[in-house]
């Protein structure tokens, strides 16, 4: 079965400071990789996106991840973390000939000033 | 923002009752989806359409129930609403799989008093 883990629940980052959030996944088979961000009270927007190609994927709001498949990995990173990132950030993967996304447990960052 | 409209945004329901909580989409998407949302669990998929009248179950669906008779409306159906039913739902849309991301509403909270 296909899953997503995300490692820590919780993430706390001084502003300035770099963010990394984890994210793995399993899978026998090649994935397409997503991360969204949900702000309080609001449903889920998408961050980027791997599907094929290059590894490095650049998103929104100065957000990255590389897709490393020898460690099955997919972390998103930030070089300068900003109050405005406060928000819940969540993996997803999805497959040729899956009909819908399955999504990790979530990390809550937080930024401190 | 995807056209996308939950409604209600916010209900509060007895044990045993009936509810039924629609998504109403203007992107004339194929593929229309219900997740919920529950802390440590991250979105866990309850069913999903690939077409009218077509419907599948997801990895949460026992106590649900779901109808899609016009591409444009998918409606969740609790047929005897639990206490372990208290959740945020969201619905989200998708032109197709696989690589496609998906696009969410703003969620419904519902609590079973």
């Known amino acids: 079965a296909q899953s997503v883990t995300q490692l820590g629940s919780h993430v706390s980052v001084s502003e300035g400071a770099l963010v990394l959030l984890r994210c793995n996944y399993s899978?026998?088979?090649?994935?397409?990789l997503f991360w969204y961000v949900q702000y309080p009270n609001q449903g889920l927007q998408l961050l980027l996106k791997?599907?094929?190609?290059?590894?490095l994927v650049k998103g929104i709001n100065g957000f990255e991840a590389e897709f490393k498949k020898s460690e099955t990995s997919f972390h998103l990173t930030k070089p300068s973390a900003h109050m405005s990132d406060a928000a819940e950030y969540f993996c997803?993967?999805?497959?040729?000939?899956?009909?819908?996304?399955?999504f990790g447990s979530g990390t809550r960052l937080q930024v401190q000033p | 923002d995807a056209g996308i409209t939950q409604s209600p945004r916010h209900k509060v329901t007895e044990t045993g009752t009936p509810v039924t909580l629609r998504c109403h989409q203007t992107?004339?998407?194929?593929?229309m989806y219900w997740y919920r949302q529950d802390p440590g669990h991250g979105l866990r998929l309850i069913h999903y359409?690939?077409?009218?009248?077509?419907?599948d179950k997801g990895e949460v669906s026992d106590g649900y129930s779901v109808s899609r008779s016009k591409t444009e409306d998918f409606l969740l159906t609790l047929e005897s609403a639990t206490s372990s039913q208290t959740s945020v739902y969201f619905c989200?849309?998708?032109?197709?799989?696989?690589?496609?991301?998906?696009?969410f509403g703003q969620g419904t909270r519902l609590t079973v008093v």
């Open positions: 989200a849309i998708s032109e197709s799989q696989g690589d496609t991301e998906a696009f």
């Open positions: 899978s026998s088979v090649p994935p397409y």
């Open positions: 791997y599907t094929t190609g290059a590894t």
């Open positions: 997803a993967v999805s497959y040729t000939g899956r009909r819908a996304l399955t």
């Open positions: 992107e004339n998407h194929r593929y």
């Open positions: 359409s690939y077409g009218v009248k077509d419907t």
